[in-house]
């Protein structure tokens, strides 16, 4: 992995730190002499600005790249995963499936090195690099190889805990970033003119790949275990999580309700460890035609994980391959299927980063200002909360939402902000709205 670059205008100069390393292999791509690739990697960083956008081509080929960064190089995971959560709790009142599914989480643990190894890791800094191609979209269900051609990149992981992480991604020229701080999470693309997308804080799923394995002991302690299959010559027992109907109207959106979300683990009768890690998703898109225009998104995945090394005592997966398949039907017409691979490996892993703390996570600005952060949320009416005011003088303010509970919202528009006050300000909600 290249993390320096040389400094082109003083060959006595410091060389130019990557925020993301890159493979050497994507470096070397850019040209014949180190002057010639510096050249082109600055033409390539300008190419992504906003002036630039009125190509057509430029234009289609950066939301090609951020699809497939979205899909299949950034997925989070719906269900939130606990750290307190106890591998050995009683078993007694549980039923076989599930009794079995924590005795294989059990050996889990034992085979990534243990409990006490595991619990040891506080934060995590890990660096890797992928390899993505993909096939075009395409009408039925037969098979379609990807194209020959793959988008080289590299990332770099932080993570405190699992909903407390950020990700910062480079493909071919394309840079995406994403990251939970505890209270939502979001994703932006450094060329991407609409709104930073956010969301309540999930894992995300490149942790669940091998390479976190508490986060993955934790996630599985209330599968159920439905069976053996054999994963590459390897006999696995199968668990399976299904979300609930709460936690998906929860994570649905205004233009989008997720049908069902289902996650399997294969975990290796021989060896205790997670082989393959799946999960499959089916999304409704509204539109404004009614529901028989919605369009319906199933998208599966399926990660392949290979190559586990000790690092620092804790077992993890260093190398894999994932495999996405999106389906695309609705809005009166036929099928289409798109097939994804990633390759992907790690390059390096720190545990308990010296330093690490919760303003590493912070959002990015845009998300800060035109909103409310809630200190306390799930307050009910009649009590106090405490609010930092994000907005400015200049912010025209909107209707903001308050839940009070799970079927309840109420609109109101903040007299603080209205004034432009700036800090924090003590308020007690009422009926039809609140008080300073």
């Known amino acids: 992995m290249r993390r320096l670059c040389p400094n082109i205008d003083r060959e006595d100069g410091l060389e ?34 906003s002036d630039k956008w009125s190509s057509p081509i430029i234009a289609a080929r950066i939301n090609e790249l951020r699809f497939l960064l979205y899909l299949v190089g950034s997925p989070l995971i719906p269900l939130q995963v606990r750290l307190n959560h106890p591998a050995n709790r009683p078993i007694r009142d549980c039923s076989i499936e599930a009794s079995t599914a924590k005795y294989i989480v059990q050996q889990y643990i034992a085979a990534t090195g243990g409990q006490a190894a595991v619990n040891a890791v506080h934060s995590m800094c890990a660096t890797g690099q ?19 051609t793959q988008e080289i ?28 701080n505890g209270k939502l999470s979001w994703r932006h693309s450094s060329n991407q003119q609409t709104p930073v997308s956010k969301g309540p804080p999930r894992p995300l799923r490149r942790f669940l790949q091998g390479l976190d394995p508490r986060s993955t002991a934790n996630l599985f302690l209330d599968a159920m275990c439905i069976g053996e299959k054999i994963i590459n010559d390897e006999d696995c027992f199968i668990l399976k999580l299904e979300t609930s109907p709460a936690l998906r109207e929860a994570q649905s959106g205004p233009n989008f309700d997720i049908i069902h979300h289902t996650i399997w683990g294969y975990f290796s009768q021989r060896s205790g460890l997670l082989i393959q890690f799946e999960d499959s998703r089916l ?66 892993v720190d545990f308990n980063v010296w330093g690490l703390s919760v ?44 839940t009070f509970g799970p079927q309840c919202a109420l609109l109101f528009s903040s007299p603080c902000c209205r004034a432009g006050i700036s800090g924090t300000s003590l308020v007690r909600i009422v009926e039809g709205g609140l008080c300073c």
């Open 153 to 180: 990149g590299g990332f770099v992981l932080w993570q405190k805990n699992p909903d407390l992480w950020s990700l910062e991604l480079i493909v071919s020229g394309c840079k995406v970033s994403c990251g939970s």
């Open 359 to 402: 303003e590493h996570f912070m959002p990015p600005a845009d998300i800060k200002y035109g909103q409310f952060v809630w200190e306390q949320p799930g307050i009910q009416e009649g009590g106090y909360i405490r609010f930092s005011n994000r907005f400015d003088r200049k912010t025209t303010t909107p209707p903001l939402d308050i």
């Open 283 to 348: 999304l409704r898109m509204k539109t404004a035609k009614g529901e028989d225009a919605d369009v319906f998104w199933e998208t599966s995945t399926e990660s392949v994980m290979e190559e586990y090394r000790y690092v620092d005592g804790v077992n993890i997966a260093h190398r894999g391959k994932t495999s996405v398949t999106v389906f695309r039907y609705g809005e009166q017409s036929a099928n289409h299927k798109r097939e994804i691979e990633e390759t992907w490996k790690i390059e390096e």
């Open 16 to 49: 130019t730190v990557l925020e993301v390393p890159i493979p050497e292999e994507m470096f070397a791509n850019m040209g014949n002499n180190v002057a010639l690739r510096m050249q082109n990697m600055l033409t390539w960083m300008k190419a992504q600005t």
């Open 130 to 148: 992928v390899k993505i191609s993909a096939s075009e979209f395409h009408q039925g269900d037969e098979s379609v190889e990807a194209r020959s």
